[in-house]
């Protein structure tokens, strides 16, 4: 009998993985060694809530971009012809519905804090779709469907507000795109109300999106607008430098080298924050669907 | 564990004349649920009358049967309370040439 020299190291990692490729709830994912949510939404809404606008005094102060914004529900994705879809392993999964006006979008927000800068992962299993309403394939109706972090440094530290946007742009004025592009500059920052205490900027208005190098892709969409397949995605941020290190899609794992993030001087109470957004869009006056089965967000630390 | 529940606004801040209607939303995990409108600005013109629809599939919507009257001042509220309707909920008005209103439409749901 021969023995096997195994640092702990190696051995307690060996283990982690065993187990995670044992469980059949987070066998599908690949997270790092702290989970730090685990959402499959036939527990609820998971945290995910409507992003809502800043305003002070009265609500007509707030951006028309939030404005439009609305919850998100918990769908079994039913289809008027051929009954709920389901999700992968549950009957339920996240829905963000726009409204039925070109250009409407509608954002989904999950608010965090870090208590270490150092490598996070962010993944999901997602699907998009409009609303059934014609007969037809519909593919060029939905606009875009993407997601972005809103994360800012510790008090103690010389740091930013960073905000890594991405989005599957898929269709404009009926050219099908199918693409993913990325941010480097919001909106200017508006003053809202008279107190001087609250700013706002719709860091999601449709300029200054950027087509991330080689990020052409073609996903399963499939032949009516009520099949439904489930797509793979992660992205892997380190907060320590501030900087992305990998976005992956399915099969496919993109560059990041000219990737960078929307990034503005530290606002005064935001430290540490860590938020996770997913929205959708519509390009015509059909409502968009980004459904999402299952997100986990981990963590090396 | 607890059952499930949930407060979601599905109108904030609209302004609510001729025919109009909340988005629907999907609700079927849910056995009871309270619409509440609340008027955020004073409405303006005759109050309608508002009700609850339901539909089989987010898309063609049939009335559930009840019926509430819209708020009548600033920061008054409406309530619908239903149990028994399927998988999608909305509310719907329709105002006279020249009335308003300003609302908050809250859909409270329960397991």
């Known amino acids: ?301 | 564990m607890l059952p499930e529940n949930v407060t979601a606004v599905l109108a904030r801040n609209e302004r609510w004349s001729g025919d109009a209607a909340s988005e629907p939303y999907e609700a079927g995990w849910a056995r009871e649920a309270v619409f509440f409108v609340r008027a955020i600005k004073q409405p303006v013109g005759s109050i309608p009358m508002a009700w609850v629809e339901i539909s089989p599939d987010g898309m063609h919507w049939v009335g559930e049967g009840t019926e509430f009257r819209m708020p009548s001042e600033r920061d008054a509220i409406a309530v619908a309370r239903l149990s028994g309707f399927g998988g999608w909920l909305r509310v719907k008005a329709r105002f006279d040439d020249g009335a308003e209103c300003t609302v908050l439409v809250t859909l409270h749901l329960k397991a």
Not at chain 1, 255 to 268: C, E, T
């Open chain 1, 1 to 301: 009998m021969t023995s096997i020299d195994i640092s702990p190291a190696t051995l307690a990692e060996a283990m982690r993985l065993a187990l995670l490729r044992a469980d059949p709830s987070l066998s599908r994912f690949d997270p790092l060694p702290r989970i730090l949510s685990y959402d499959d939404f036939s527990r609820g809404h998971c945290g995910w809530s409507q992003l809502i606008g800043n305003y002070e005094n009265d609500l007509d102060s707030m951006l028309p971009g939030y404005a439009q914004h609305s919850s998100a529900m918990l769908s079994t994705l039913g289809h008027w012809d051929a009954g709920s879809h389901g999700g992968m392993d549950s009957s339920y999964a996240l829905k963000i519905a726009t409204r039925a006006r070109p250009g409407a979008q509608n954002v989904a927000i999950k608010r965090h804090t870090f208590r270490k800068r150092g490598p996070i992962r962010f993944e999901l299993y997602f699907t998009f779709k409009p609303e059934a309403k014609e007969l037809k394939l519909s593919e060029l109706d939905v606009r875009s469907v993407g997601f972005l972090l809103d994360l800012q440094c510790g008090d103690k530290d010389e740091g930013e507000r960073v905000m890594p946007h991405l989005r599957f742009l898929n269709a404009v004025d009926g050219k099908h795109l199918q693409k993913w592009q990325y941010k480097r500059e919001t909106t200017t920052f508006s003053s809202v109300g008279n107190d001087d205490k609250t700013v706002s900027h719709y860091h999601l208005a449709p300029e200054g999106w950027l087509d991330l190098p080689g990020g052409d892709q073609r996903l399963c969409y499939n032949e009516i607008p009520t099949k439904v397949n489930w797509t793979y995605l992660r992205f892997d941020f380190d907060l320590e430098s501030m900087t992305a290190s990998r976005l992956q899609c399915n099969d496919r794992i993109f560059d990041l080298s000219d990737f960078d993030s929307i990034r503005i001087p530290a606002m005064k109470n935001l430290w540490c924050m860590l938020n996770f957004c997913l929205f959708a869009e519509t390009d015509v006056a059909n409502r968009a669907f980004l459904y999402v089965d299952s997100i986990c967000i981990s963590g090396d630390y």
